[in-house]
């Protein structure tokens, strides 16, 4: 490092001594440093590889020193020192304030598009608000809407099932056999509509909340099979074998509100009814004893679906595509509903198809006491 020093210093002073003489190249000069440094710098580690260090530095600074005055004393005049740290030096000068400069400006645009930025995004999240907040007013009035009509709806027809129920009955006399098959349709459509009413009517307390459940212990399996044996006729009538199995082997007790969980499992075997033109029904009965879980799957041979279907199948007013070819009537709220059931009382509901045709598997799981 002390003969580089020595070595840069010698130069420099060797130039303004004789009339600021220097190369004609930039270039030149760093050349002729490097050259001096080399020669100096070899030969110390000469020195110092043989055992003579101080020899080796004594000689480092004369050496390198006369190294440089040997090779400028035989260069050419060239330009003014100071003019060539004026022609170097300025123009890299000029060139940072400009960089500089560029920087800062840049800065400041950036600084200012962000804010703007900052300010619309703002502005766009205020207004999504007010909008969330009118939606979800207006969906509050249509939920209040629907629970209105509904109530509305359900007053005159629990009369007109009652008297038709009286006139099947022959509470009124006998029927001839054509009007015995007009009020069976009255009765059967009157059916229908009192379910899609209820169904309308579970959204709405869904959606605002004010779905109550009275939570009791009771065993799932011997409700099911009760379930079964009253929604067995009506299988009957169209055709198809509704069967009850139970393979429980230990507690089939749930802690659940009974009367939903009916409700539950009447939906999933009346839409096994609805799409099974022909062929058999089984509802299974099973708990895990490990994972303290109780199953009922309610197995059909119907239309089955595809993937698709299965993806959004528990969604509002979503039937399989294949639906309509078999039952035309239907919300597609049943199993939306039945799915809030199940879940706000703890459990789970799924379900499994190998494709079009070959039937649907649904499945409600619930935790054992």
């Known amino acids: 490092m002390i003969a580089i020093l020595v070595t840069v210093v010698g130069l420099i002073l060797f130039g303004m001594a004789d009339g600021y003489t220097a190369f004609s190249k930039w270039s030149y000069r760093i050349k002729l440093v490097l050259f001096a440094v080399g020669v100096a710098v070899s030969q110390m580690l000469q020195d110092i590889a043989i055992g003579h260090l101080q020899e080796a530095l004594a000689f480092s600074y004369t ?15 060239a330009d003014d020192f100071f003019t060539i740290i004026t022609q170097t030096l300025l123009p890299f000068l000029i060139f940072i ?9 840049l800065t400041l645009i950036i600084i200012m598009t962000s804010r703007r930025y900052t300010a619309s995004l703002k502005e766009s999240a205020a207004m999504l ?3 969330d907040e009118k939606l979800k007013v207006l969906d509050k009035m249509k939920s209040e809407f629907v629970s209105i009509a509904s109530h509305q709806l359900r007053s005159p027809l629990t009369a007109i099932r009652g008297y038709t129920s009286m006139l099947l009955e022959g509470s009124f006399g006998a029927l001839s056999k054509k009007s015995t098959e007009a009020v069976e349709r009255i009765a059967e459509s009157s059916r229908f509509m009192a379910l899609s009413i209820e169904d309308y009517l579970n959204v709405s307390r869904i959606e605002a909340g004010n779905m109550c459940y009275e939570m009791s212990d009771f065993n799932l399996a011997e409700e099911t099979e009760k379930l079964v044996d009253d929604m067995r006729p009506t299988a009957v009538k169209k055709g198809l074998v509704l069967m009850y199995r139970s393979d429980c082997d230990g507690s089939c007790v749930v802690n659940a509100d009974i009367g939903k969980m009916r409700q539950v ?9 609805k799409y ?6 089984d509802v299974i009965a099973h708990n895990d004893v490990a994972t303290k879980k109780m199953r009922i799957t309610v197995q059909d041979a119907g239309v089955g679906m595809d993937a698709t279907a299965l ?15 078999i039952n035309t009537t239907g919300t597609g709220l049943g199993l939306f509903v039945a799915k809030k059931m199940v879940e706000e009382m703890g459990g789970a509901i799924a379900v499994t198809s190998e494709g079009e ?13």
């Open 63 to 77: 050496e390198s020193f006369y190294s440089v005055a040997a090779v400028i004393a035989t260069d050419i005049k």
């Open 97 to 105: 304030i400009f960089l500089i400069l560029l920087i800062t400006i």
């Open 276 to 281: 099974t033109p022909k062929g058999s029904i």
């Open 357 to 369: 045709g070959k039937g649907s598997a649904f499945t409600v799981e619930m935790p054992t006491v």
């Open 311 to 325: 993806e959004d199948v528990f969604d509002k007013f979503v039937r399989a595509k294949n639906a309509n070819n």
């Open 265 to 273: 499992i009447q939906n999933l075997v009346d839409n096994a009814m």
């Open 129 to 131: 608000a007010q909008a």
